[in-house]
Structure formats: C-alpha cells, structure tokens
C-alpha cells in the first residue's frame, strides 16, 4: 500500500517545474481515483456498453436512462459508457478524449471530477505536454479491488491528501 501511494506520487516527477508543489495532490488525486473507478468498472464494462447503446435509443429522461444503465452495473453506484478506456485514449486528442471520458461517467462520479476541478488541470497538462505522459503512467497501476481493497485505497487516497 506504501509502494502505491509512492507511485502515486512518482506522478510528482513529471509535475515539476510546471506545476507548484502545492498543486501536486490537485492532479494526482483525480488521476488515482479515475484509475480506482475504471478498475472497479472493468468487470461490468461490456453489460454497460450494451445497455447504453439501447437507453441512448429512447426518449426518456436523462435520470431514467441513468438507472437503467445502472442495473447492468451489477450493483455499483456509478458506470461509465465509452468503450475507451485510458489506455485507449491515444495521443493526438488526448485532451478532448480525456474530457469526453470524464463526460460519460454516471451524474454523481462526474461531479466528483467537477470538484476537484479536474477539466481545469487536464487543460494546464495539455498545455504543458504533459497529458499524455501523466495517462500512460496512471494506466498501469493496477488499483483493482482485488489487488488493493478500498480499505487499502482508503488509506492510499488519505496519503495523498496529507
């Protein structure tokens, strides 16, 4: 769990000299919690990608759609309804990619992103040329639920926050 909050912040490396270090949490944060979601999604992914493609079809409210994406979840509180993923994103694009893949998560992950005001960052990582270097690192932790409990990622995101 240590080793994972230290490649969390090995996310500080690619940050520096373009961001301030009180910054640092601000984008590494979000990033973690993105990685944590997509994990927890994985299992449900396919269910989801079909459901959507049939809500997308009818004309009923945006809440209404969203609970019924939410049944092909397998009990989770939020999905997400892209096929991309963050090791599909690519490099070219990367930035509006990035926004539409934080668009398609369900309400109340999005406002999660909202909060930390991660559209913000995601632009200064562009403009900076530093997006797709952050995505490529964050892809490759393995911040499944089987790997790391929530427990675990619990404390993981509280060593982020101090």
């Known amino acids: 769990m240590n080793n994972l909050a230290a490649d969390l912040w090995a996310l500080a490396d690619l940050l520096r000299g373009d961001f301030r ?25 396919s269910a989801v990608l079909i459901e959507a493609a049939k809500v997308e079809k009818m004309a009923i409210a945006e809440e209404a759609k969203e609970k019924l994406i939410l049944r092909a979840t397998g009990g989770l509180s939020f999905f997400n309804t892209p096929p991309m993923d963050l090791s599909t994103l690519g490099e070219s694009g990367i930035k509006a990619n990035l926004e539409r893949y934080i668009q398609c998560f369900s309400k109340d992950a999005r406002e999660i992103f909202d909060h930390f005001k991660f559209a913000e ?23 499944h639920p089987k790997a790391v409990s929530n427990y675990e990622m619990g404390l993981v995101f509280q060593e982020l926050i101090r």
């Not at 601000?26 to 992914?45: G, M, N, Q, Y």
């Open 121 to 143: 960052f995601i632009g200064l990582l562009g403009d900076a040329n530093l997006l797709y270097k952050v995505v490529q690192k964050v892809r490759t932790m393995d911040l």
């Open 21 to 45: 270090q009180s910054q640092y949490g601000r984008v590494i944060l979000p990033f973690a919690l993105l990685r944590r979601l997509e994990c927890v999604l994985e299992s449900s992914k």
